[in-house]
């Protein structure tokens, strides 16, 4: 059972692998279910009083959630560090992600009186799985060597992206009304439970399903995987925490590697979020797309995004993670490429007829780049995993992903408000997504400053 030794040099047992990487496929749900398909569309569309105020209300809310998580991230990650052991934050955290999600059952459709308490209960649930994934990647580089990370952390994503698949597949084809009033899902029966269609129970059933998926899934980790032993009581930690952290910050200057690739990533992760963010939207405004084209194109994308992060893991171990960036970057700006240069009446710069079909070329290319976004993201958000544990101190881990969180959530709003000036200049959809291609090159130019230190020191060694 035993295949690799701890820092502490007590065997890790694979179950203790398989334990960490459940967290991946017990957390996506969240993700998939909440953030991107299920419940988000219901709130804007059915619970809030109108598409404008739904649209302020939920922004304000991701841009609330998302400045909470940023500044508080490197704060907890350095006490954290300081004190040792990663699971009691984890369960804190899990806690506060499983009853803002079981909550979300009471966002009743037509009942305006109830958009704050949902935005609360939302952005509870969203802060609390944020920072719970922060601390539970910390826990990576305790369980298997470095020239096994990229391995590890590729199977991680590629379990997650099943569980997403798995779970988005159980509330289309049991839970949720396929056609407004058929009262039948995907799969012509009666949504499971006596959902009431009526009442869209199938949707705000996906918080409480969510909830429970991620509290019997995240148990093994809690059971089977190793934790950090304790170093120092919390009330000294939390000064010589915070105290370390200003030292990292300040320094960072001087750790120039780290600066590049904290930058780097800050700009292809904002680019690849507002690629996911803007797809559908892109999808539904630019080829009308109906919803169940929207569902398969959300599946074929997660499909691709397990097998991208399992081929990117296996790369990452053989080449190095900060290849496997590169790639999936070049790929995914050649993807903007094709999608601003094709429309319903446009394909590749060429004019077309639209013939009104469900599969035309426009159609057909829009699947591909979904099939695409969703293999090299894949592979780019696992890789994007290990490059910054290449990075950390070993000592700083949790701190390490506090910052790599707060990189990632310090821009969040440059993609949208980028692709509003495009579109409002433009005028078209289309070309509103151009900036894009911009914030993805300026993350391949940092991305060259960055250097794979800790694989070097294994090379070297070898």
């Known amino acids: 059972m035993a295949i690799v030794e701890d820092t502490a ?5 694979r179950r203790a692998i398989w334990g960490w990487m459940l967290f991946d496929w017990a957390s996506q749900p969240f993700h998939t279910l909440l953030i991107t398909f299920i419940f988000a569309r219901y709130f804007t569309t059915q619970v809030a009083p109108d598409p404008v105020s739904a649209q302020e209300s939920w922004s304000l809310m991701l841009t609330v959630s998302g400045l909470a998580i940023a500044l508080s991230a490197p704060v907890l990650g350095a ?11 984890i369960a804190v955290f ?56 990229g391995r590890l952390s590729g199977n991680g994503w590629a379990l997650g992206y099943l ?40 949707e705000r ?41 200003f030292n990292t910050i300040k320094n960072l200057p001087k750790t120039p590697s780290l600066f590049a690739y904290l930058g780097s990533s800050m700009f292809y992760r904002d680019a690849l979020n507002g690629l996911f963010t803007f797809g559908g939207l892109y999808a539904g405004g630019v080829l009308q797309w109906e919803a169940l084209q929207l569902g398969l194109f959300g599946i074929l994308a997660a499909i691709t995004g397990a097998i991208g992060a399992l081929i990117g893991g296996r790369f990452d171990d053989k080449r190095g993670p900060k290849t496997v960036i590169r ?20 394909f590749l710069l060429m004019p077309i007829e639209d013939t009104g079909g ?33 990075q950390a101190e070993d000592g700083n881990m949790t701190e390490a992903f506090g910052l790599y969180a707060l990189s990632g959530k310090a821009t969040t709003f440059l993609a949208p408000f980028l692709i509003f000036i495009a579109t409002a200049a433009t005028d078209s959809q289309r070309l509103g997504i151009v900036p894009l291609i911009f914030l993805f090159a300026i993350g391949l130019f940092l991305l060259s400053y960055v250097r794979e230190q800790k694989i070097e020191a294994v090379q070297r060694a070898g």
């Open 205 to 245: 059933a996906t918080g409480p399903l969510t909830a429970l998926w991620y509290l019997v899934f995240v148990l093994p980790f809690f059971l089977f995987t190793p934790d950090t032993p304790r170093r120092k009581p919390v009330q000294g930690a939390v000064k010589k925490g915070l105290s370390e952290l």
């Open 163 to 202: 569980g997403g698949t798995v779970s988005l597949f159980i509330v289309l084809l049991l839970m949720v009304e396929d056609t407004p009033g058929s009262g039948k899902t995907l799969i012509g029966m009666a949504p499971i439970f006596g959902l009431d269609t009526v009442e869209r129970g199938g």
């Open 94 to 149: 899990s806690a506060m992600a499983i009853v803002g999600a079981a909550y979300l059952w009471t966002a009743q459709a037509g009942v305006p009186d109830n958009v704050l308490i949902i935005l609360i209960a939302f952005g509870i649930m969203l802060f609390g799985i944020e920072f719970a994934a922060v601390f539970n990647n910390a826990v990576m580089p305790d369980l298997v060597p470095r020239e096994q990370l």
């Open 358 to 390: 469900a599969f035309t070329p426009p159609d057909i290319l829009f699947y591909v780049c979904g099939a695409l976004i969703g293999a090299a993201g894949g592979s780019l958000q696992a890789a994007s995993r290990t490059l910054m544990a290449d």
């Open 79 to 89: 006490i954290a560090d300081a004190t040792g052991p990663r699971k009691p934050w």
């Open 327 to 346: 790639i999936s970057i070049i790929t995914l700006i050649v993807v903007c490429c094709l999608i601003v240069t094709t429309d319903r009446t446009t």
């Open 9 to 13: 040099g007590a065997p890790v047992k």
